[in-house]
């Protein structure tokens, strides 16, 4: 049992990296960025290029280069945001857009980045890599911070204001633009670091960006659109399911298991575990 | 009335010197490649026929022919395959085809070349694909095969695995595989072959087609006491499985790993592939093991500026030389070498009699059009990776297994 809860936590961890940006962005913006992997995928490709010029301080621009391209994103949503199929139409053509061209730039192999810390550590019998260990360590601070900003700061508030009622959180004088903004930039910087991080452990390859948006969709519809809390606790419970299934039965149903919970979770509960009306 | 008659004159004439110009046109033979030209399987495809084609032509050609390229993109989907197989026969009446990289493609679309009877020297390794020729010759004989069929593949997993055991005294394995249908027809021939040469399969672990994290699967190897990894992975996730097999468990690995036959999987993997024993299908991975190889990839270098990017590369080349040979004993035998029957004819005389002498080693057609792969001819390469290069171990070696 103890291989279970170690090895689906450290991977809950990098799950939960992948998915509280995408819930955090519809849940204040009702924004569904189907452009989400990009974020992921621009950082790590971004780092891959720099590593061999600017070692480790590449990790950093990747992820200011997902943090650029989430404020370009904004602005390109901007205009269409109270429509919601443009919406999707716009950030699922960009995605594809750039899934091609560093397709075009890079071929269909994957690509990584050295991990910045070596060797692993034993935890009851279960080896867990230093770049796992960290990337769960990352993933627990920043939850507890963007859980810390939404509820004790003052523009945590604003945010919570704006995904309650942007129209009267306008009334009361709240600048909703800066708040969907501010939304956008930490969103695509979630993904970012999720992104220089999963390319140290794994590897990233075009058809990342897709694959990265379905397993946050499927992580944030099973903890409710857009709850952070939800995202949370669903990424940590994909893991576990995913993970015993696989320890003790067989790898091989270990996909198909968190799918049927899913499913018989929506047709349960059809608005996700913390989902609100 | 006289412009009339001045008009249709002129017009005339400019059609006759058109007709004439048309006659005069070079003739040339026509190489047609297909596959899936965005992914590197496709570019090498096109490399391979690229490098071949020009040497040809640097000697006069074929029959005094020059070869021409004609590609068509078949995307890796069977539709689209389909059209640019007929395409290639129709528009372009290519003498021969070349590729259809994957063997769900070029089983979808054997009853095509059935239709538009032209010889296609397929890229993949099915032992479907040689079975349906067997039982429908009439309809499938335009099809030949320069890969290795896959039943073959679990011998050589075995040699390699018993070249390790003479190190190790390896007893425990466990199998980590591909939750995939190629992988099913090999793993139980796998499992006899294991219990034969005395080896325990303690574990066969199916992996889904988009596993990412394997702590758990090398947990299991860790809990089960296994004293090697028997892999069979062809996908791309091939890069994140031994990435964290090198950071989490010390057991070698030994295995059909396609990815890793790539010169580039080095740096994929960050170095990380250090040590992993592959199994490379018809000595397809660029390891100077014979003179014709060294060369094949010294000449590949100098033109391309790098070494061949895919394994489909080595068969598209050798294609052009398989053809070359078989129209050539055609036209020397009086026969016509554009009429596709009479191709078939005398490809299947490149056999274990009269084999070609590839790059690879010899190369020979079976009865049923399959490669002939063995000693004497093309073989299936057991190598290692070892700080960044690729040493051949068995059964040819370049270097000696390390661990």
Same mark, same amino acid.
């Given at each position: 049992?103890?291989?279970?809860?170690?090895?689906?936590?450290?991977?809950?961890?990098?799950?939960?990296?992948?998915?509280?940006?995408?819930?955090?962005?519809?849940?204040?913006?009702?924004?569904?960025?189907?452009?989400?992997?990009?974020?992921?995928?621009?950082?790590?490709?971004?780092?891959?290029?720099?590593?061999?010029?600017?070692?480790?301080?590449?990790?950093?621009?990747?992820?200011?280069?997902?943090?650029?391209?989430?404020?370009?994103? +904004?602005?390109?949503?901007?205009?269409?945001?109270?429509?919601?199929?443009?919406?999707?139409?716009?950030?699922?053509?960009?995605?594809?857009?750039?899934?091609?061209?560093?397709?075009?730039?890079?071929?269909?192999?994957?690509?990584?980045?050295?991990?910045?810390?070596?060797?692993?550590?034993?935890?009851?019998?279960?080896?867990?890599?230093?770049?796992?260990?960290?990337?769960?360590?990352?993933?627990?601070?920043?939850?507890?911070?963007?859980?810390?900003?939404?509820?004790?700061?003052?523009?945590?508030?604003?945010?919570?204001?704006?995904?309650?009622?942007?129209?009267?959180?306008?009334?009361?004088?709240?600048?909703?633009?800066?708040?969907?903004?501010?939304?956008?930039?930490?969103?695509?910087?979630?993904?970012?670091?999720?992104?220089?991080?999963?390319?140290?452990?794994?590897?990233?390859?075009?058809?990342?960006?897709?694959?990265?948006?379905?397993?946050?969709?499927?992580?944030?519809?099973?903890?409710?659109?857009?709850?952070?809390?939800?995202?949370?606790?669903?990424?940590?419970?994909?893991?576990?399911?995913?993970?015993?299934?696989?320890?003790?039965?067989?790898?091989?149903?270990?996909?198909?298991?968190?799918?049927?919970?899913?499913?018989?979770?929506?047709?349960?509960?059809?608005?996700?575990?913390?989902?609100?009306? | 009335?006289?412009?009339?008659?001045?008009?249709?004159?002129?017009?005339?004439?400019?059609?006759?010197?058109?007709?004439?110009?048309?006659?005069?046109?070079?003739?040339?033979?026509?190489?047609?490649?297909?596959?899936?030209?965005?992914?590197?399987?496709?570019?090498?495809?096109?490399?391979?026929?690229?490098?071949?084609?020009?040497?040809?032509?640097?000697?006069?050609?074929?029959?005094?022919?020059?070869?021409?390229?004609?590609?068509?993109?078949?995307?890796?989907?069977?539709?689209?395959?389909?059209?640019?197989?007929?395409?290639?026969?129709?528009?372009?009446?290519? $003498?021969?085809?070349?590729?259809?990289?994957?063997?769900?493609?070029?089983?979808?679309?054997? #009853?095509?070349?059935?239709?538009?009877?032209?010889?296609?020297?397929?890229?993949?390794?099915?032992?479907?694909?040689?079975?349906?020729?067997?039982?429908?010759?009439?309809?499938?004989?335009?099809?030949?095969?320069?890969?290795?069929?896959?039943?073959?593949?679990?011998?050589?997993?075995?040699?390699?695995?018993?070249?390790?055991?003479?190190?190790?005294?390896?007893?425990?394995?466990?199998?980590?595989?591909?939750?995939?249908?190629?992988?099913?027809?090999?793993?139980?021939?796998?499992?006899?072959?294991?219990?034969?040469?005395? +080896?325990?399969?303690?574990?066969?672990?199916?992996?889904?087609?988009?596993?990412?994290?394997?702590? #758990?699967?090398?947990?299991?190897?860790?809990?089960?006491?296994?004293?090697?990894?028997?892999?069979?992975?062809?996908?791309?996730?091939?890069?994140?499985?031994?990435?964290?097999?090198?950071?989490?468990?010390?057991?070698?690995?030994?295995?059909?790993?396609?990815?890793?036959?790539?010169?580039?999987?080095?740096?994929?993997?960050?170095?990380?592939?250090?040590?992993?024993?592959?199994?490379?299908?018809?000595?397809?991975?660029?390891?100077?093991?014979?003179?014709?190889?060294?060369?094949?990839?010294?000449?590949?270098?100098?033109?391309?500026?790098?070494?061949?990017?895919?394994?489909?590369? +080595?068969?598209?080349?050798?294609?052009?030389?398989?053809?070359?040979?078989?129209?050539?004993?055609?036209?020397?035998?009086?026969?016509?070498?554009?009429?596709?029957?009479?191709?078939?004819?005398?490809?299947?005389?490149?056999?274990?009699?009269?084999?070609?002498?590839?790059?690879?080693?010899?190369?020979?057609?079976?009865?049923?059009? #399959?490669?002939?792969?063995?000693?004497?001819?093309?073989? $299936?390469?057991?190598?290692?990776?070892?700080?960044?290069?690729?040493?051949?171990?068995?059964?040819?070696?370049?270097?000696?297994?390390?661990?």
């Amino acid at each position: 049992m103890l291989p279970v809860l170690i090895i689906g936590a450290i991977w809950g961890g990098i799950l939960t990296l992948v998915a509280s940006g995408f819930t955090l962005t519809f849940g204040v913006g009702r924004i569904f960025n189907f452009a989400h992997g990009t974020f992921f995928a621009i950082s790590a490709y971004v780092s891959y290029i720099l590593y061999p010029h600017l070692g480790y301080l590449s990790v950093v621009v990747g992820i200011l280069s997902s943090a650029i391209l989430g404020l370009m994103l +904004y602005f390109m949503v901007k205009p269409i945001r109270e429509n919601e199929i443009m919406v999707i139409l716009l950030t699922l053509s960009l995605a594809l857009l750039i899934e091609q061209v560093i397709l075009l730039t890079f071929g269909e192999d994957p690509v990584s980045i050295p991990p910045i810390f070596k060797g692993s550590l034993n935890f009851f019998g279960v080896e867990v890599t230093s770049t796992k260990l960290l990337s769960f360590i990352v993933a627990i601070i920043l939850i507890v911070l963007l859980e810390f900003t939404i509820s004790r700061t003052r523009i945590g508030k604003e945010i919570s204001a704006v995904s309650q009622d942007y129209e009267s959180a306008m009334i009361v004088g709240i600048n909703v633009e800066r708040v969907f903004m501010l939304t956008m930039l930490i969103s695509s910087i979630l993904a970012g670091i999720g992104g220089v991080l999963y390319a140290q452990i794994y590897s990233v390859n075009p058809e990342s960006i897709l694959e990265i948006l379905i397993v946050a969709f499927a992580i944030v519809v099973l903890g409710g659109l857009g709850s952070v809390k939800g995202s949370i606790v669903s990424a940590f419970l994909i893991s576990y399911i995913q993970t015993a299934v696989s320890y003790f039965s067989d790898a091989r149903w270990s996909e198909l298991a968190s799918l049927l919970v899913i499913i018989a979770v929506l047709i349960v509960r059809p608005k996700g575990l913390f989902g609100v009306e | 009335m006289k412009k009339l008659v001045v008009l249709i004159v002129l017009a005339s004439l400019l059609v006759i010197g058109c007709a004439q110009k048309e006659t005069k046109k070079e003739e040339v033979i026509k190489i047609g490649v297909i596959g899936p030209m965005e992914l590197k399987f496709g570019k090498g495809m096109v490399e391979g026929a690229k490098l071949a084609i020009e040497e040809i032509n640097a000697k006069g050609g074929i029959d005094g022919k020059k070869l021409v390229l004609v590609t068509r993109d078949g995307k890796l989907k069977p539709d689209v395959t389909a059209q640019g197989l007929r395409s290639l026969a129709y528009d372009e009446n290519v $003498n021969v085809i070349i590729g259809g990289f994957s063997s769900g493609i070029v089983i979808a679309n054997m #009853d095509t070349i059935a239709e538009i009877k032209k010889v296609w020297m397929v890229e993949c390794a099915s032992p479907t694909v040689t079975k349906k020729i067997a039982e429908d010759y009439k309809d499938y004989k335009y099809i030949f095969r320069l890969e290795a069929n896959s039943s073959t593949f679990a011998p050589s997993i075995i040699e390699g695995l018993n070249l390790l055991r003479e190190k190790l005294g390896v007893k425990k394995v466990v199998i980590v595989r591909d939750q995939a249908k190629w992988v099913e027809d090999i793993d139980s021939q796998l499992k006899d072959l294991l219990a034969k040469n005395g +080896y325990e399969v303690v574990d066969d672990i199916a992996i889904p087609p988009d596993k990412t994290n394997f702590d #758990d699967v090398f947990t299991v190897v860790k809990e089960k006491k296994a004293d090697a990894i028997v892999a069979m992975i062809a996908h791309g996730d091939a890069v994140d499985f031994v990435k964290q097999w090198k950071d989490s468990c010390k057991v070698p690995v030994v295995g059909l790993i396609l990815p890793a036959v790539d010169p580039n999987f080095w740096n994929e993997t960050n170095g990380k592939c250090d040590k992993l024993i592959v199994l490379a299908p018809a000595s397809e991975v660029p390891i100077p093991i014979n003179e014709n190889m060294e060369n094949f990839l010294k000449k590949y270098k100098e033109r391309f500026g790098h070494l061949p990017i895919a394994y489909s590369a +080595y068969e598209s080349y050798e294609a052009v030389y398989a053809f070359k040979r078989a129209y050539e004993m055609a036209k020397k035998n009086g026969e016509d070498p554009t009429n596709s029957d009479v191709l078939v004819k005398y490809l299947e005389k490149i056999n274990r009699q009269n084999p070609l002498d590839g790059v690879r080693g010899k190369i020979a057609f079976t009865k049923n059009h #399959d490669i002939v792969v063995g000693k004497g001819y093309v073989v $299936n390469l057991i190598f290692q990776w070892q700080n960044g290069s690729m040493v051949a171990v068995a059964p040819i070696s370049t270097g000696e297994l390390v661990w």
